[in-house]
């Protein structure tokens, strides 16, 4: 009875181990198989420096505003 409680654990353990690894693994699959064969993989999917360069534009139109508003002033008051 221990042995085949033992084969049940161990053998769902492997299970969820062997699932785990495929659904991590499965979808980048394609490009894991362009780099084994040698290919160049595709580019690398960077959230970061796009959010950097995102705010990076915010930033000079917000300035570019500012700037803008203050030529603006002058010619009002006048």
Not at 42 to 69: C, K, M, Y
Request: proline share 4%; charged share 20%.
């Amino acid at each position: 009875m221990a042995t085949l409680m033992a084969v049940v654990v161990f053998g769902g353990a492997a299970v969820f181990a062997v699932y785990a690894l495929a659904v991590t693994i499965r979808p980048q699959a394609a490009r894991i198989v362009s780099v084994l064969r040698g290919g160049r993989g595709d580019a690398r999917f960077e959230p970061l420096s796009t959010l950097v360069r995102a705010e990076r534009r915010i930033a000079v139109r917000r300035w570019a505003a500012g700037s803008a508003s203050m030529a603006l002033r002058p010619r009002e008051a006048a």
